[in-house]
């Protein structure tokens, strides 16, 4: 059994967002890849439904069989208890709910690119810490210095975006 962030397999491509028109859920669509293979398209209007999925309409035997393969290796996911209702509701894992994942990991991924540009963070004392927004040069000039005065490794600016989302996800 395995759980979406176990996995490597389904991946999003051409993802589209649209933060305006996010309400309820994420506005967004995208194509869905399972082995480097697109085989399906996903999209949610923003207004609170689930995110629907629609295998490619010029499926290829390639693309065809990728579909098949994934609905299968989904059917292998872990369950998990919501903890909107009772707590004790037990949902399984479906396409839509992968996408629905991936996307707010992408969407998570992107904000902290952009803090990176603009901003030195480091971990101190299990926090994250920031400096205010600052020009590139400046940015890169006291990056070596955080790196001396915390250790490079807790500083999220130049390490690799695996590491550095793991201490980001830390805030």
């Not at 629609?54 to 390639?62: C, E, F, N, R």
């Not at 996911?77 to 707010?104: A, H, K, M, P, R």
């Amino acid at each position: 059994m395995t759980t979406y962030k176990d996995q490597n397999r389904i991946t999003l491509k051409k993802i589209k967002h649209s933060d305006f028109a996010s309400q309820e859920t994420n506005c967004f669509e995208a194509t869905v890849l399972f082995d480097g293979v697109a085989c399906a398209t996903v999209d949610n209007d923003g207004r609170g439904a689930s995110t629907d999925w629609h295998q490619l309409s010029k499926a290829t035997d390639k693309s065809d069989k990728a579909y098949r393969d994934m609905q299968a290796y989904i059917a292998t996911f872990d369950s998990y208890q919501s903890s909107f209702t009772d707590g004790v509701t037990i949902l399984f894992t479906d396409l839509s709910w992968v996408c629905d994942e991936l996307v707010n990991d992408w969407l998570e991924i992107k904000d902290m690119k952009m803090s990176l540009r603009k901003r030195v963070h480091w971990l101190e004392d299990g926090k994250i810490w920031q400096t205010r927004s600052v020009s590139a040069r400046q940015r890169d000039h006291w990056i070596p210095q955080m790196r001396e005065k915390y250790g490079a490794e807790n500083v999220l600016n130049g390490l690799p975006e695996a590491e550095a989302l793991k201490l980001w996800r830390m805030v």
